[in-house]
């Protein structure tokens, strides 16, 4: 099947949209933010950014499966706030001038729930805030396909978002209401997230005959992106062309050590502005200087064993967000364009496919190593980047950030652009580091 055209699919059975898959993203994040903070959710950001928070909750640690694909709603002059799909319903009614709150599930009261006025802010503590006292770290993984979705025949097609799903083994995953986005708008910097938060989200929809539209859909997994995902239009699999060359690139680029190009190891420490093998006692001071798999992973399990050996009276706050978007196949160009609307004028960094869309568009630039003759060259002043064109070209996206109790800050930016051989010609990157 993974042979197939999408179009042949199509003139099989004629009501399977053709869709062609333009691009993924995977995201793993973890925080135990509800945790060292105590509350459950606030009130004001439910719908909001806090709807990954609650859904999060009622899914993870109450086992209410059913939220997953719920929808959430303020009503009653925003007295209520309503968790619901088709067959259940979850309530949050605030009561006695907001000093109460009574919850409802399926119509039957909840006890043991609490609200405070904190600041201004109405916060919801769980029932009996038992998260307050439990040191774990909560981890979601999302993929997030871009999708052109087609009508090749030649009646109206209704697109159901229901019907998409991925099949990992025995394991269906369906398209989620989460936004793994909005969770982390205060983290601007990360670019993968920043920009794919833009992109149109599909939606339930009718197709013309002939009609294209083209967006995004969201699903929660249960790890990292990996080859055994299967995209499915109900029964039928969604082939995808630059399926193997997408692996491909993500394993290099995931694997790839990039002291070669940028010239510095991969770990930063107090006590060493370079390390490539950081001595644990300089634990929580290291940080990434760029980041692939091994740094991910390291830097994860250490905060992990830390956090583990901490006392239920000081529980350190830690978050950590790697994000990889790969985008395949196509002819690029890459220009430096000045903007002169900032203060100071900046150039942008921008590489755009034979269509005119951007695929990278950047003036945060820390250096940019491009390959020439089998080494690389870095580059730092952006006015002497020189235009490139690719052919066939993958661009992978990575964006890194981690947090661990202020003691570790840091962001790490990274675009790459593999031409047709799965050789990195050019990597972009960009850090910020920092600490209490």
Do not use: C
Not at 59 to 88: C, M, P
Not at 243 to 254: M, V
Not at 302 to 327: F, G, H, R, W
């Amino acid at each position: 099947m993974e042979n197939q055209s999408s179009a042949a699919l199509s003139s099989k059975e004629g009501n399977v949209p053709e869709i062609e898959v333009k691009s993924f993203l995977s995201i793993y994040m973890h925080n135990n933010n509800e945790i060292a903070n105590g509350y459950f959710f606030n009130w004001d950001n439910v719908p909001g950014n806090e709807s990954l928070r609650l859904i999060s909750y009622l899914k993870n640690d109450l086992n209410i499966i059913w939220v997953d694909n719920a929808q959430i709603a303020k009503i009653n002059d925003n007295e209520t706030i309503r968790v619901f799909t088709s067959n259940n319903s979850l309530e949050f009614t605030l009561k006695n001038n907001k000093t109460e709150i009574l919850v409802t599930i399926d119509s039957h009261p909840w006890y043991n729930w609490e609200i405070r006025q904190e600041k201004g802010k109405i916060l919801v503590y769980g029932p009996d805030k038992m998260y307050k006292s439990v040191p774990n770290i909560t981890k979601r993984n999302y993929l997030v396909y871009d999708l052109s979705i087609k009508n090749n025949g030649s009646k109206n097609l209704d697109f159901k978002l229901s019907e998409l799903h991925i099949r990992d083994g025995d394991q269906i995953f369906n398209t989620t209401i989460l936004d793994p986005y909005s969770l982390y708008e205060k983290r601007p910097y990360l670019e993968v997230l920043s920009t794919s938060k833009k992109e149109t989200k599909i939606d339930d929809t009718t197709l013309l005959p002939g009609q294209t539209i083209n967006g995004s859909v969201i699903f929660q997994v249960n790890s990292l992106y990996n080859e055994s995902f299967l995209l499915m239009y109900n029964e039928t699999p969604v082939p995808s062309a630059s399926f193997e060359k997408s692996i491909e690139a993500l394993r290099t680029a995931e694997r790839y050590n990039y002291s070669i190009t940028f010239g510095i190891p991969p770990y930063n420490t107090v006590y060493s502005n370079n390390s490539f093998e950081p001595d644990l006692e300089e634990y929580p001071y290291i940080w990434p200087n760029w980041v692939n798999r091994s740094v991910f992973e390291f830097l994860n399990e250490a905060d992990s064993e830390n956090l583990a050996k901490s006392s239920m009276e000081n529980i350190p706050q830690t978050e950590a967000i790697y994000a990889l978007k790969v985008i395949p196949e196509r002819n690029i160009t890459s220009i430096l364009e000045s903007d002169t609307t900032s203060v100071p004028p900046v150039n942008n960094f921008i590489v755009v496919d034979d269509t005119g869309e951007e695929l990278i568009n950047t003036s945060l630039i820390g250096k940019i190593a491009i390959l020439n003759n089998q080494t690389y060259k870095l580059y730092s002043d952006k006015n002497d980047i020189p235009q490139m064109n690719f052919s066939n070209a993958t661009i992978v996206k990575i964006s890194y950030f981690n947090d661990y109790n202020g003691a570790r800050f840091s962001f790490v930016d990274q675009d790459l652009i593999l031409d047709d051989k799965m050789n990195i010609v050019v990597a972009r990157w960009r850090r910020v580091q920092a600490m209490s």
